[in-house]
Structures are given as C-alpha cells and as structure tokens.
C-alpha cells in the first residue's frame, strides 16, 4: 500500500530506549499501514511494544531510525512546532482514564484541552464543540461541571474519548481503552468507538492484549512479539488461518465463540521477560524452531494476498 493512499503509513520504524545502562529495543523495523476508515488492531502480551508502537506514531517518543507517513506527509522528523495543525488531526485514547485527566479541573475543562492548545477557536465555539462531543459519546450535559474523580470508570472513558474527538481528528491511537473496566462497560465502549468510526469515517490503531476484542473490534490484525511485528493479515486470516506459531498459541488458547460473556476471561497472552535472540524473537518458545530460527532473523513476507507473517516456516 503506497504511503500516499494510507492515512498512516510507517516503514521500517525502530526506537529504543535505554534501561539501566543497556538498550531496549522496544519496536524492531516495524513497517504497517492503516488506512481511512479501518481498524488495525496491535495484540500482543506485556513489553511486546504495541504501546511504543502507538505513542510512536503519535510522535511522542523519540524514533531511532525509520519513516513515518500522515495523509502522504514524512512526519518522522518535523519539529513540534511543525506537528502543532497535524496534532488536531491524530489523537490518544490512553488505557487508564483517572491517571490521565488532572483531577483539579472539571470536565469541561478537560475535554477542550486539544482546542486550546491547537485552534483558534472562540469561547462560544469551543462551548457548542464542548456540549456536542458530551452528547455524541453519550454523558449527560451536567459532567461538564463535574470532576474525574465523580465520574464512574466508564464516564472518565467517554470524557477521554470525548477529548479525542473534539478537534474533529481523523486518526486516533486507542490503548488498551477498556482493559479497565467491567465487562459490561466495555462491550458498551467498544460499540460507542464503532459508532463514532462509521459516523465520523475514523481510522483507528487499537492495542489489546484480549484477542476477542480485536476481533470484535478490527478489520485487521498485527501481531508484535519482543518488538516485532511477526504476522499482519485481515481479522478472517489471522483468526480462521494464523500463519505464525506464536498467532497460533494464541488462537488455540481462546474458545472464539461468543463474546461478551468471554471479554475479560480471555485476557491471555502470557507475561514474558523479553530475550535477545541473533535469531527469531521467538525460536526459545517456538515447539517448531529449526537450527536457522536461532541464527537468522526472518525476514516479513506476502503469504497469501495481503497476509503477512515473518517465519523461517514460509521461506
């Protein structure tokens, strides 16, 4: 997909950072593309680096080496100063909603902070903005006066989501936007963000680590491991026929049917401390590695018509 058609489009991308002296390389030549409209869904267990990955995009790490496209534009080494008309247009939905609002102001406040810091908007506009986002992400006019820390976890989610919205964004990163809620709350979550996508025509990069939810959620599916993007396909693809032996692991591990009775029992990709490999980031957990996997990393290869997957079982 050429850069100049995909809303996002990232080409080789590496950071790092560095942890008690030595380095981290948090996301590994990691190249994708989501386009206007679509849900890319980023799964992958804890230190993965699907959250590296989102804030990259976003432009609020520092980037080591690669390219990063909006709208057809190389945003990878514009000065912030430069980034402030591109800001409005790409938004973050963090994963913990109180930690992310300053408890001091009220919800008003809180859900115009984008305006302020990149339009030119007059009070009253940024009042009818204000009131109209409150509605369409279903909280009633009176939160606007109210506090973070008197709103239920779902209402902070919705604040945050009205945040995101209200400078009329086109692409928003959403992180983990309900690992922290009931199960209940979450399904009416995920419906809200489908709603507003359809409305709106959003495109989305929406991290989890709860495979149903991707699922549910994504028209297609990468799937990070130590860094790396190790498989990329449609939702179908990934789901019905995942290609990677770690995709697999997951898939097999997760009863698919059903959904909302399931949403927070199949949070299960395992915790594991990351082990630098000259080889395939997973061949010390692989049942199937073979002598290359160890010494070689594979190369991301065109499977079959759009599925993507890097493994010496393809080459």
Known sequence: MSHVTSMVNVQNLKVSYKIKGSIKVAVDNVSLNIDKGET??????????????GMALLKLVKIDSGKIYFKGKDITLLKEKDMKDIRRLMQLVPQDPYSSMNPRLKIKDIIVEPLLAYTKSDTLEIKEKMERVIEQVGLDSSVAERYPHELSGGQRQRVLIARALIGDPEFIVLDEPTSNLDVSIQAQILNLLLDLQEKRNLSYLFITHNILVAKYMADRIGVMYNGKLIELGTTKNIINNPLHPYTKELIESVPLAGFKSRLKA???????????????????????????CKIKQPDMINYNNGHKVACHLYT
Do not use: H, M
């Open 40 to 53: 890319l869904s980023i799964i992958g267990e804890s230190g993965s680096g699907k959250t590296t990955l």
């Open 266 to 292: 199949y949070n299960v990709l395992d915790v594991q401390e990351p082990i630098v490999l000259k080889g395939c980031v997973y061949a010390n957990r692989c049942k199937l590695a073979k002598e290359i």
